[in-house]
């Protein structure tokens, strides 16, 4: 959520974001009700301080026992505005929060303006793996060797869901722990297993609600929403607190499985691990004092980039365009890794950072060395989301024969297993 100074003080600059973002909005509506609002405030401390100025006059008068009748009824018709300004104050603030709620963050001044075909390449990585033969699918590959099942998935479930087996559930599983191990270990997160499912106010709190419902698993009688990844339980395990600067910066890693409706997806790319319901993933999440967000940034993408470093994949870092964002970041790169049997990249990993945009709405701060209190800025990674990753392992490190080699750096959680072959 933006702070109201800002598009008070700011206003040419959020009415040029929304349009680089393209997002239709009432800039000046919202500013009338905030002047309106501002101006009841205003009207309602004067009446307060007027009132009890005449309360010391009342008291002042029947001291002196002169008559006070006109103060008094000055003063009940003072309590009688008073009352009623306060419900019209109390709707306008409600309706200027629920405005602030649909505006997005805004773009960094390095972020380019327009869709998909404006972001921009920041580095490449690794080499391209290079094959003898035509490179298969990854859906082929997991058909072939019995550890991918979609037929099965859609018959307990409905299409779009995964079901790994035999090698390919051991895979989910040592990735999982590989990339955990890795960030706990080597770069120092805290690791959380937080719940699956979440209330409405963490939703809220990290952008999901109330924009981007539609997109989201949820379960009616309780209220609650299935995680569309973990950075709304972990975001929100700090949601109304102050933190110590001494704290800062506060790093988790955490694996949950992810559930998104993907209702957005139509036109879209769907086929096998393209675009799933439900994946694995595991999230970084940091917490970090104002003034080193854009280093920590820096350092996360960095955590993330690791990971398909050492598993010795093609990648590229590309930093988002204006339209191509998510509606809380500020700045976002994405990780992509290169896909040989569908001659495309997968993106595999968004790190962004959200400034103050995810604390102002869960209400985190921290109290710096002079007391002060101010608001923290969060920032999130995918280190990383397995479907496309298993999908880019799978094309990448197959063999003439069929079976796909394990990557060296997995082997180890894998039982020592070096190829996956035909049951």
Known sequence: MLDMNVIRDETERVRKAL?????????????????????????????????????????????????????????????DEIRGIDPELKRLETEIQEQLMMIPNLPASEVPVGDASKNREVRHGGERKT????????????????????????????????????????????LVNFMLDLHTTQHGYTEVFPPFLVNRRAMTGTGQLPKFEEDMYKTSLDDLFLIPTAEVPVTNMHRDEILNEGELPICYAAYTACFRREAGSYGKDTRALMRVHQFDKVELVKFVRPETSNEEHEKLLADAERVVQLLALEYRVMLLSTLDMSFAASKCYDIEIWSPGLGRWLETSSCSNFLDFQARRANIRFRDTDGKVKFVHTLNGSGVAL?????????????PDGSVAVPEVLRSYMGGLEKMTKP
């Open 131 to 174: 094959f003898d033969f035509e490179p298969k699918t990854h859906w082929e590959l997991g058909e072939a060797l019995d550890i991918l099942d979609f037929p099965r998935a859609t018959k307990v479930a409905e299409p779009h869901f995964p079901l790994f087996k035999r090698a390919g559930a051991r895979l989910v599983r040592a």
């Open 19 to 79: 349009k680089d973002r393209e997002v239709a909005f009432d800039v000046d509506g919202l500013l009338a009700l905030d002047a309106r609002r501002r101006s009841l405030i205003g009207r309602g401390e004067s009446l307060r301080s007027e009132r009890n100025a005449n309360s010391k006059k009342v008291s002042e008068l029947k001291k002196r026992s002169e008559d006070a009748s006109a103060l008094i009824q000055r003063t009940k018709e003072i309590g």
């Open 387 to 399: 479907a496309r990753l298993i999908a880019a392992i799978l094309e990448s490190f197959q063999n």
